[in-house]
């Protein structure tokens, strides 16, 4: 239970500096597309992004053995129902993001069966991305 408070602030943490600084500075906006919740199997809602965008989550599970129980979070394309690939696959509680490139309609499709998730899509601006990149060691 500790262990998801500290994730829980963690998150809150980020969104805040997200919308503290892409409110304030010019050279990296920052603003949240869509947010998804649930939990088990689920397909979102399409939505609508320019690309770069980041893909954000946070998964937890209060119950049930941490070390087997797994997520993935697959996207696709909203239009044609095609497969564009794996975002995340996490064992146990965790909080990442992944950034993409691609602009267009998109639904992920989260598999779980005993964790709860958030999913959130955020778009940013070509400087943040890059210093992203950069910071990533150029991945």
Request: proline share 1%.
């Amino acid at each position: 239970m500790v262990h998801t408070k500290v994730i829980a602030m963690l998150q809150r943490a980020r969104v805040l500096l997200i919308l503290l600084f892409g409110a304030t500075s010019a050279a990296s906006a920052e603003t949240i597309v869509r947010e998804f919740s649930g939990s088990g199997t689920e397909e979102t809602r399409s939505f609508t992004v320019q690309g770069p965008w980041i893909a954000n989550w946070r998964v937890w599970q209060d119950y049930g053995d941490r070390d087997v129980a797994n997520i993935e979070i697959f996207l696709y394309d909203a239009a044609t129902g095609r497969y564009l690939g794996r975002i995340t696959e996490q064992r146990g509680d965790a909080v990442g993001d992944r950034l993409i490139d691609d602009s267009g309609r998109f639904h992920f499709r989260i598999v779980s069966r005993s964790h709860r998730w958030e999913v959130t899509v955020i778009d940013i601006d070509e400087d943040e991305a890059r210093r992203l990149r950069r910071d990533a060691g150029g991945r």
